[in-house]
C-alpha cells in the first residue's frame, strides 16, 4: 500500500511537472471591464521593432506622447528592437518569467508559439466588438477606425483557430527591385508580369564576360543578376503559385514534396551559373543592386527606401552608386494571369495580466495605433500601406501618393510604388497557415534554398540522395517532426505513457485496497 501510494504520489509530481514545462502561471481567461478606471494611475510597456529608421522611431514615440496626452494616466514605456528575432527570443523568455509586455509589434506566426495555453495572449474579439472600448466605441478619446474601415484580408491574418489575437498595423508584400537599364543592354524588354523564366534567362544571359574577365553587361568584376532576401518568402510563393503543399492550418507539414525538389533543383542549376545568391551569403539585395552588381533584387515592399541610384538611404557610399533606370514590378510569377504574392507585415497583440484595467489600458494604445496620423505616418517611412481605409482615403494620404516622385525623401517614387504595388494586388496576396510550429517551418522553408545555394557554391553534389538528407536535416534541425497537429491532436506518446501509468498505479492502489478489507473480514 505504501509503494503503490508513494508511487501514485511520484507519477502525479511528473505529471504536474510535465503540464507546467511552459513555466508560466495560468491566469484568468480576460473579461472587458465594464468601465475603464480613469482615476488610477497604469504603467504600460510597449514593444516594437524599426529598421534602424530614426524616422519610425521618431513615430512611435509621437504616437505615444499624442496618447499619453488624451490619458494622462497612461504611462507608455517603449522598448525598441532591430531585429524580429531577438524580440521573439525575449519575450518568450519574459513569458517563462511572467513578465510579458503589455502590447507587442510581432507576427502570427509568433503568437502561436506565445499562446502556452495559460491566458497569456488576449483574445480580441469581445475587446473589439465592445460599445464603449472597442473599434469605433463610444467612450474612446480618439478617432479609431471602425472594425468595417480596417481591410478585411489584413484583419483576417491576425486570427488563430478562429479567434482574433492580433490587429495589423502595417502591411507589406515582396517587389523586385530591377535595373531596367541593363535589361535592355541584353537585348530584352521587361514584362508588364514579371515571370519566372523571364528572371532565369535574363540573368543567366548576364553572366557572359568580357576578354579581361569582367562582366559584359557592367564592366565590373563582380555581378550577381538575381539576388533574393527572404528566401523563405520565396520558397512559400514559389509553392502558392504552382498550387503545391506546404502546411494546412491544423499544422500537417506539407512542404517535402516532389515540387519543393524540383525547384531546389533548378535554384542549383542557377547558383552553378553563377546567376543566382541569396541575401545571406552575397550582400543586401539594395548595395548589390545600387552598385550596378545586381538587376533583380527581391525585397520587402518596406525595404524601397534603400533601392535605387537616388534612394533616401544608402548603405554604400556615394562614389560606388551607378545611375541606372529602375523599375519596380510584383515578384516572379509561374503564370501571369493568376499573380500570387505573400501578405506580411508587423500586427499587434496584447498579453493578459493579473490587473483587468491594466488589460484594457494597453487595448486602448494598440488600437491609438490604428488611427490615420501614426498609420500615415509610419507608412511614409517605408513602403508600407496603412491597414486601414479610413486612412487610405484621407485627404492627407491622398495627397501624399498624389505627390510621387516630387522629391527623393518623402515623396520617393520607388517607396510609394512599392505601396501601391500592394494596394493594387490585394485579392491576389495571400498568407500561411498560423499554428505552434509554423514560425519553424517559415524557417525552414528558407533554410532549404541556403542549403543547397551554399552546397553548389562549394562544388558538393545535388543529387536525389542529396535531398533525402536535406529533408531529414531540416526536418530535424527545425523540429517539425514534433509539430502538434491541431486537426488531429494526437497526445504525446509521453504524456500516454505517462497517464498510463498513472492509472495503473491507481488500479493497483484500488485492488490492493480491496485485498486488505476482505483479509481483515476473513479475520472476523
Not at 471602425?146 to 483557430?161: A, C, D, R, S, Y
Not at 565590373?220 to 502558392?240: A, E, G
Not at 483587468?356 to 517605408?382: C, D, H, M, P
Not at 498560423?434 to 542549403?451: H, K, P, T
Request: include cysteine; charged fraction near 20%; charge should be negative.
Amino acid at each position: 500500500m505504501k509503494k503503490a501510494t508513494a508511487l501514485v504520489l511520484v507519477l502525479t509530481l511528473v505529471l504536474t511537472v510535465f503540464s507546467g514545462c511552459h513555466g508560466t502561471v495560468k491566469r484568468e481567461a480576460f473579461e472587458v471591464p465594464e468601465e475603464f478606471d480613469l482615476s488610477r494611475s497604469y504603467e504600460i510597456t510597449f514593444w516594437a521593432k524599426n529598421d534602424t529608421n530614426l524616422s519610425q522611431v521618431q513615430v512611435y514615440r509621437q504616437a505615444i506622447a499624442d496618447f499619453q496626452a488624451l490619458y494622462p494616466n497612461v504611462m507608455v514605456n517603449l522598448r525598441l528592437y532591430t531585429d524580429y528575432g531577438r524580440l521573439y527570443d525575449d519575450v518568450l523568455k519574459n513569458i517563462g518569467a511572467n513578465t510579458p509586455p503589455n502590447v507587442c509589434i510581432t507576427y502570427p506566426d509568433h503568437i502561436a508559439t506565445y499562446m502556452t495555453g495559460n491566458n497569456c495572449v488576449v483574445p480580441l474579439d469581445d475587446l473589439a466588438a465592445d460599445e464603449k472600448y472597442g473599434f469605433g466605441g463610444s467612450q474612446l478619446r480618439f478617432d479609431g477606425p471602425t472594425q468595417e474601415e480596417i481591410v478585411p484580408q489584413f484583419l483576417e491574418e491576425g486570427k488563430i483557430g478562429g479567434v482574433q489575437y492580433a490587429v495589423p498595423y502595417m502591411r507589406s508584400t515582396e517587389a523586385c527591385y530591377i535595373n531596367k537599364t541593363y535589361v535592355e543592354k541584353l537585348g530584352y524588354t521587361l514584362p508588364e508580369v514579371l515571370t519566372w523564366d523571364f528572371v532565369w534567362e535574363v540573368s543567366d544571359a548576364a553572366m557572359k564576360k568580357n576578354a579581361d574577365g569582367t562582366f559584359a553587361v557592367n564592366g565590373q568584376d563582380i555581378m550577381l543578376p538575381f539576388v533574393y532576401k527572404s528566401t523563405d518568402n520565396m520558397m512559400i510563393q514559389m509553392l502558392r503559385q504552382l498550387d503545391a503543399g506546404y502546411s494546412t492550418s491544423g499544422g500537417a507539414i506539407e512542404i517535402f514534396n516532389d515540387t519543393t525538389k524540383s525547384l531546389l533543383y533548378e535554384v542549383a542549376d542557377h547558383v552553378q551559373k553563377g546567376s543566382f545568391c541569396t541575401f545571406k551569403i552575397a550582400s543586401y539585395p539594395a548595395d548589390l543592386l545600387n552598385a550596378g552588381q545586381c538587376i533583380f533584387a527581391v525585397d520587402s515592399t518596406a525595404g524601397a527606401t534603400w533601392m535605387g541610384p537616388n534612394a533616401p538611404l544608402l548603405d554604400i557610399s556615394p562614389d560606388k552608386v551607378v545611375d541606372f533606370e529602375m523599375e519596380v514590378l510584383p515578384v516572379p510569377q509561374f503564370d501571369p494571369e493568376k499573380p500570387q504574392m505573400i501578405s506580411q507585415g508587423p500586427s499587434i497583440c496584447i498579453f493578459n495580466q493579473d490587473d483587468r484595467q491594466e488589460v484594457l489600458a494597453s487595448w486602448l494604445f494598440a488600437q491609438f495605433l490604428l488611427t490615420n496620423k501614426v498609420q500615415i505616418g509610419y507608412s511614409q517611412t517605408e513602403g508600407y500601406l496603412p491597414v486601414t481605409t479610413k486612412a487610405q482615403n484621407s485627404a492627407e494620404y491622398l495627397d501624399y501618393v498624389n505627390r510621387s516622385g516630387e522629391d527623393n525623401d518623402l515623396h520617393y517614387w520607388v517607396k510609394l510604388e512599392a505601396a501601391k504595388i500592394l494596394q493594387d494586388n490585394i485579392h491576389n496576396t495571400f498568407i500561411t497557415p498560423v499554428f505552434n510550429g509554423s514560425a519553424s517551418l517559415r524557417d525552414a522553408a528558407g533554410q532549404m534554398i541556403e542549403s543547397v545555394t551554399r552546397s553548389v557554391r562549394r562544388k558538393e553534389t545535388v543529387d536525389e540522395a542529396y535531398f533525402e538528407e536535406l529533408y531529414s536535416q531540416v526536418s530535424s534541425l527545425y523540429r517539425l517532426d514534433q509539430v502538434e497537429r491541431t486537426d488531429l491532436r494526437p497526445m504525446p506518446t509521453t504524456a500516454i505513457c505517462l497517464l498510463g501509468a498513472l492509472g495503473g498505479a491507481w488500479i493497483c492502489l484500488g485492488v490492493g485496497f480491496f485485498y486488505q478489507k476482505m483479509k481483515e473480514k476473513r479475520k472476523k
